[in-house]
């Protein structure tokens, strides 16, 4: 899942884990959990903007800065979260205190890749022309627990998401299954891990990968038809530690990073293995603020 799936990583990924105790976390254990539970349960705003290091397009060598916004927010028990091109939303309220609860919402993200040949520096990928902006709408569900390792305020999840593009770009869909470890070290910091893969067709393959004839006599790059399949997977983990004392109210320093790998025709393309490379790495780092 690189971003255009990439800027889900990183910092929005920090972002949008850092509160994600909170809204879920008991109300017995510490001796403050009252007042922790008190402002777990309630309605909650975070927003945040940094810097993404990622890769100049899918399967690039090649790096870049970008700035990266994020949010997310509980209303009446409902929530949204925004992370940078990724748009999704909990239809199912969350009841506070330990215990599962079930995640089930829309999801939309816009990929931009290779949708301006600006940003690229390889003369081969740019050869190969600009790529429209495909919108991709899909839906999600997930399961998650709060109590599970560390404490009664840890967190597990896991859910599965399809989108298809809905704009004419590449017309294809990806299906993403993902798991999610958030860990509260103390009041004023947390750490996570998180991982997931992305299994795109044939569209999707073809879209971004292929080689057409005219293509390869304008990059130098060998022809080449791409099939779908399970495209990568990725790895990550994230942290973030409040600047004004509290994860619940103030400023606070976020950052994470990632590594996936490109697999199959999506590693094996021209695009991948010669103009870039199947390991793309992700890092992010900037600041946030909960209202």
Avoid: C
Wanted: no cysteine.
């Amino acid at each position: 899942m690189i971003l255009r799936h990439l800027l889900l990583a990183g910092l929005p990924l920090a972002l949008i884990a850092t509160p994600a105790f909170a809204q879920s976390a008991p109300s017995t254990t510490p001796p403050d959990a009252a007042g922790l539970a008190e402002q777990a349960s309630g309605d909650s705003i975070t927003i945040g903007a940094g810097a993404v290091y990622l890769p100049d397009y899918e399967g690039s060598n090649d790096y870049r800065f970008t700035p990266a916004p994020g949010a997310i927010g509980s209303v009446n028990g409902f929530n949204f979260t925004l992370a940078g091109n990724r748009l999704s939303v909990d239809l199912i309220p969350n009841r506070p205190g330990p215990g599962f609860d079930v995640q089930l919402g829309p999801i939309g993200v816009v990929n931009f890749n290779r949708h301006s040949i600006k940003s690229i520096d390889d003369v081969r990928i740019r050869a190969l022309g600009k790529l429209d902006t495909a919108i991709e709408l899909g839906g999600y569900v997930g399961v998650g627990k709060t109590g599970v390792i560390t404490s009664d305020y840890d967190r597990l999840s896991f859910s599965v998401s399809y989108r298809h593009d809905v704009a004419g770009a590449h017309d294809g869909g990806i299906w993403q299954p993902s798991i999610n470890y958030l860990t509260p070290l103390s009041r004023k910091a947390a750490v996570g891990l998180f991982a997931s893969a992305e299994h795109a067709g044939d569209r999707y393959a073809r879209y971004y990968f292929t080689v057409s004839g005219p293509q390869a006599v304008a990059s130098g790059l060998p022809a080449y038809s791409a099939r779908g399949g399970w495209k990568n997977y990725t790895l990550g983990a994230l942290a973030t530690v409040s600047l004004t004392g509290d994860l619940f109210h103030g400023l606070k320093l976020v950052g994470g990073g990632t590594y996936a790998r490109l697999l199959n025709d999506f590693g094996d393309s021209p695009v991948t293995r010669i103009a870039g490379s199947r390991s793309q790495w992700l890092g992010a780092v900037g600041l946030a603020y909960t209202f």
